[in-house]
């Protein structure tokens, strides 16, 4: 009894510390951490009351001293841990250490997240039991981490009827967006889904995109390994209206119209139709050209008005480890430019030509650059002539007629904005040039990061800078593949030889043991 008098202090004092671990560990228990702290002020209470004649008589000025010294320093520790919490719940910080960084979002959704200026209402409608309730709870927590104006609640359509009627609810694990009077709904617990839902909700205005058509260019219907229907699809689920435009008309090239893509043309535009083109760029309209080698003549002189130099060869590269072969050149060396900030990607053109910029910059051009280029290893052929089968040899680099890597496949150009009767400077004109248009394919879209990059540059030209970054990645199966008889040996390995051993070991050691 008397060692129970002289610990009430420190019996108080633990009480009040597991008060507080309680509180923050299980917050639903408040009633466990009230009990707890009682007790322990009780326990400190009577402390101070069998021990108050020593208190005032000072006869264990040592004891007293250990005392004080123990409660200082414990609340001196409690108080840092309340300051750490406290700093920790107003400062929240996450680390991923997974390999894949599967706790993580893209660069493209945490761009988009932190660039929202009005709060995303969400409203995920999951039964209990629904797997993927967990999957979108732990994916909307990280986009909440990232930005405050996501706020998201989820909603069992058993126990909410008249939500499911409000909101016209039919198949369980609906999310629906809302922001002011806009809303999209979704049924997939991606981070692609949820990104893009964001997005559309968020947008004031769905941008025009047109992809030409009537010169032989890749058709954003055609879903073989020849169209550009998946480019098409990506473009539509950054909440642009994509609709293709058959010639350049200039009652289509309007102000309406965010981009023109001319994807691949094997013949000329009529003359009717670049001069189209030119009156939109000068009055501040956005084209990207995906231009081919030995196509289109008549383009080469066109683009080179705005400072573009489109040599008549073809550009080769010797086998990579990316697995082309010599008509498949890998752009690795990028330029300083927004397209590709935070771009850390290969980029491969099968049967590409070379696009570079000229000095002096013709009039009209504020500013034009190299966006990429290939390594040493590449050399353009000029004048090359294609034929069905073709040897080594006759495509090995000539030093005296062929030009050596590195060699610029893409370049953009910046015009200067027109004046008004006014005065006023209107939109400045933008075009990024590519010298291939495989590369942003169906066959080749989502190889490495060519469509991220046709993205990027689609995105730049329109203006829309927080969508310039990485596309939310999808998570694929990280699974081993084993031949049969490697599946043999881990057999015998881990199922057979290593139990037997344990075995033998253990009856070995019994047995000497016995022995003795």
């Not at 009990?35 to 009577?46: E, K, P």
């Amino acid at each position: 009894m008397d060692k129970l008098k002289t610990r009430l202090n420190s019996i108080g004092l633990a009480l009040l510390g597991l008060a507080l671990i309680a509180l923050k560990g299980w917050p639903q228990s408040r009633l466990l951490a009230l009990i707890l702290g009682i007790l322990g002020i009780a326990a400190l209470a009577g402390y101070v009351v069998l021990h108050a004649g020593d208190l005032k008589q000072g006869h264990k000025r040592r004891s007293l001293l250990y005392s004080s010294n123990l409660i200082l320093m414990i609340v001196l520790i409690l108080a840092i841990l309340a300051l750490i919490n406290v700093l920790g719940a107003r400062h929240h910080k996450r680390f991923d250490f997974t390999e894949a960084k599967v706790h993580s979002l893209s660069d493209q959704s945490i761009t988009v997240a932190k660039a929202l200026t009005q709060d995303v209402q969400i409203k995920a409608f999951f039964r209990e039991g629904n797997y993927g309730r967990a999957r979108l709870e732990d994916l909307l927590r990280i986009y909440a981490y990232h930005s405050p104006r996501i706020k998201y609640e989820f909603i069992d359509p058993d126990k909410n009827p008249g939500l499911v009627k409000r909101y016209e609810v039919t198949q369980d694990g609906t999310s629906i967006f809302e922001c002011g009077k806009r809303d999209t709904r979704i049924t997939e617990t991606t981070e692609e889904a949820v990104t893009n839902a964001v997005i559309k909700v968020t947008r004031e205005k769905s941008k025009t995109i047109l992809f030409l058509e009537g010169h032989g260019e890749k058709s954003i219907e055609a879903t073989d390994e020849n169209g550009i229907s998946f480019a098409k699809d990506e473009l539509a689920k950054l909440g642009y209206q994509v609709k293709k435009q058959t010639l350049a008309l200039p009652e289509a090239l309007t102000a309406d119209c965010a981009l023109l893509v001319v994807p691949g043309p094997q013949k000329n535009p009529a003359p009717a139709e670049l001069e189209a083109i030119a009156a939109y760029l000068k009055a501040g309209g956005r084209v990207l050209f995906l231009v081919d080698p030995q196509t289109g003549p008549g383009l080469p002189a066109f683009l080179a008005g705005y400072g573009f130099k489109l040599e008549d060869d073809i550009v080769f590269d010797r086998p990579s480890i990316l697995g082309g072969d010599y008509l498949m050149p890998v752009m690795s060396e990028l330029a300083e430019h927004a397209i590709t900030r935070n771009f850390r990607y290969a980029t491969v053109y099968p049967l590409a030509r070379s696009v570079d910029v000229v000095e002096p910059k013709p009039e009209g051009v504020a500013s034009a650059q190299v966006l990429g280029k290939t390594g040493n290893s590449a050399y353009a052929k000029k004048g090359f002539v294609l034929k069905p089968k073709m040897t080594v040899k006759d495509i090995a680099f000539d030093g005296k007629v062929d030009k050596r890597g590195p060699l610029p496949l893409a370049g953009l150009a910046v015009l200067k904005a027109a004046m008004d009767a006014a005065g006023k400077a209107g939109p400045e004109g933008r075009l990024v040039v590519f010298g291939d248009s495989d590369f942003a394919g169906n066959r080749l879209f989502d190889a490495y990061g060519n469509g991220n990059l046709f993205l990027n540059a689609a995105n730049w030209l329109t203006e829309e800078a927080d969508l310039i970054s990485i596309r939310p990645k999808t998570q694929n199966p990280r699974t081993i593949q084993l031949t049969p008889g490697q599946g043999r040996t881990i057999f015998w390995f881990s199922v057979v030889l290593l139990p037997l051993l344990v075995l033998a070991v253990g009856l070995g050691i019994w047995l000497r043991r016995r022995a003795l």
